[in-house]
Nanobody, 117 residues
Framework: QVHLVESGGGLVQPGGSLSLSCTAS????????MAWYRQRAGLQRELVAG???????NYAESGRGRVTISRDNAKNTVYLQMHSLEPEDTAVYYC???????????WGQGTQVTVSS
């Protein structure tokens, strides 16, 4: 059974930083493309950043320069470091593991990030 468990969310002040982690089990982690998505209240889920199994990076324009995605295959974990956070970054952040050619896509349960003073 596949599990993706996000952690690291919480309340942070505007301008602050936060690091999220997502640890996977039940998959061959190194073979999956990993990504972080977020869903703001009343809006659709949107990509924040992605890292392929070959470490190619993809950042959404909204986070470019403020977020960094990385992965540690030995720990089955993908990370998202966020800086200069703004209230507009308030959302539930989700981890996704995808292997397109196999039609596989798995989601974590999400972690809440709230940016507020």
């Amino acid at each position: 059974q596949v599990h993706l468990v996000e952690s690291g969310g919480g309340l942070v002040q505007p301008g602050g930083s936060l690091s999220l982690s997502c640890t996977a089990s039940g998959i061959n982690f190194s073979m999956f493309d990993m990504a972080w998505y977020r869903q703001r209240a009343g809006l659709q889920r949107e990509l924040v950043a992605g890292i392929s199994r070959t470490n190619s990076l993809n950042y959404a324009e909204s986070g470019r320069g403020r977020v960094t995605i990385s992965r540690d295959n030995a720990k089955n974990t993908v990370y998202l470091q966020m800086h200069s956070l703004e209230p507009e970054d308030t959302a539930v952040y989700y981890c996704n593991a995808k292997r397109v050619l196999w039609g596989q896509s798995h989601w974590g349960q999400g972690t809440q990030v709230t940016v507020s003073s």
